[in-house]
């Protein structure tokens, strides 16, 4: 999986699947790639999987890197993936952050916000985080359950 996520003749998005799959499975050089695919050169679809897989599978300096996406990025859909992967992460300094994003007044679009609160959600189930609902008090559940169920899907 390592090798496709290299390959730059296959498609970005199979290359963030593949980036993905390489940090789910435990792969040993998982955290090259996924270097790698942060850079902003890399295609949004590559950069969402990347995302995602320093969550999954954290490494020295991987919420450094995701919080650097969350300050660089403009694609949504690559900053959600940024946020799910703070709160897939065993690191709990993120969640400030992710409270000040998934909060009503934040100013961020409805895809960071719901993808903030699965975040917290996930540091939640993991007990590191006291009442997440009290954190995300006025989020749109439509829209949290509309995150939730594209979270669940790559998982």
């Given at each position: 999986l390592s090798a496709l996520s290299?390959?730059?003749?296959?498609s970005p998005e199979l290359r963030g699947y593949a980036v993905l799959g390489a940090a789910l499975t435990g792969s040993v050089d998982a955290a090259g790639p996924v270097r790698a695919a942060l850079s902003a050169e890399s295609p949004p679809d590559l950069r969402r999987g990347a995302a995602l897989a320093a969550?999954?599978?954290?490494?020295?300096?991987?919420?450094?890197l995701l919080l650097r996406v969350l300050l660089e990025e403009r694609n949504p859909t690559v900053r959600g993936a940024a946020l799910l992967g703070l709160g897939l992460a065993p690191d709990r300094g993120a969640i400030p952050l992710l409270a000040d994003i998934a909060g009503g007044d934040s100013g961020a679009g409805s895809v960071e916000r719901t993808e903030a609160v699965a975040a917290l959600g996930q540091l939640s189930l993991r007990g590191t985080l006291a009442p997440a609902a009290r954190l995300a008090a006025g989020v749109n559940y439509r829209d949290l359950s509309a995150a939730l169920d594209m979270a669940t899907r790559v998982f």
């Open positions: 290299r390959d730059t003749s296959a969550g999954v599978r954290p490494f020295p300096g991987s919420p450094g």
